[in-house]
C-alpha cells in the first residue's frame, strides 16, 4: 500500500473545506495547518476557534505587523504546536472557528479513513468539545431524523430535554472512540474548552482530559453548564422538530435557563486570565497554560 506524505498543500485530497455553511467565508477553504518535524509520531488536535486559535492576534505581540507574521506568529503559539515541539512529534491542526461537536466527530471519521495510508507509529487525537447544541439540525446533523424521534418520545418536562442533549454529547463522544478504537495505533484524549464536561461519564476515565481548558484562565467552576451564547443560536431550532404543544411548553422552559446559564459561562469569559479583546478566546499565554498542562499531566 502507498503511503502518503501530508504537507500545507495537500489537505483537499483528504479533508473537506469549510465554506458558507459553517462560516462568514463566501467560498470554500482549507484553514488547516500542519508542521512536519520528520516525526513517527503524528499530533492531532481537533475543535473549534480555540483550537484553531482565533484569540491569537496581532494584539499579544506589538512586532506582528502584517497578516503572514500574524499567521506564523499564531502557529508558533497554538498549544497544539507548543505540545508537538516539545515531544518532537509532527502536527496536524483540523480547528476552526464556530465549529459544532458533530463537526469534530466529522474531522475524525475523515482522519480515520486517511489513517492506514500515513506512515506513522503512533497518532495522538486531541479533540477539545465545545458548547453542546451548536449547529443542531442544520447540515452538520442532517442524517438525524429529529422529527421522527420527538413524534415518538413523551418528553414533556424540561429535564427530558437537558438528557436529550447530554446524550447528543454521549453519542457524539462514542462515535468517535468507536472510530478511533478500530485500529491499534491511535491515542485518543477527549477534553473541553470553555464549557463542562458533558456526556464524558460515559466513556472511560483513559480518554477524558480531566480538567476543562477554561479551569486554567478562571476561578470560576461552571458546575456543570454545557451551553454558551453560540449554542444559544441553533437551541430555537428545536421547535421546529417538536411534535406537540406539550413539548413546546417543555421545550421553552428549558430554553429560558439554558439562556441563564449561556449568560454565566459569558460573564466567566469575560473575567477570565489570558483573554483577548473579544472576551472570548485565550490569548497565546492561554494557550502555553493549556499546552503545560496537558504536557504535565496528560503526554508525558
Sequence with gaps: MNKITLDQNNFKGFFSPVGPLHSHHGEHIWPYDYVDRGSDTLLV???????WGMGIQAIDNDA???NDQQK???LENLYGNIIAKE???NWLNLGFYSAGNQWMVNKVFELRALSPL???????????FTSSGRWFNTWQDSL???KKFFQSSKMTEPSDFENFFVD???KMLKEIILLTKSTDNIRLLLGTNAVDHSGFDAIEEQYIIPLPWYKLLSKTHLDGIFVDMQSIRYLPNVENVLSNSDQRFAFQKWMMEKIS??????????TMDHVADDKVHPTYKGHKLWANYILREIIK
Excluded: H, P
Excluded at 488536535?45 to 483550537?51: L, M
Design 118 to 128: 500515513l506512515d506513522f507509529k503512533e497518532i495522538i487525537v486531541m479533540v477539545n
Design 261 to 270: 446559564q449561556a449568560e454565566e459561562q459569558q460573564l466567566m469569559l469575560n
Design 45 to 51: 488536535t481537533i475543535g473549534d476557534s480555540w483550537t
Design 64 to 66: 506582528v505587523d502584517d
Design 87 to 89: 515531544k518532537k512529534m
Design 168 to 170: 447528543l454529547n454521549k
Design 72 to 74: 506564523q506568529f499564531r
Design 144 to 146: 438525524t431524523d429529529y
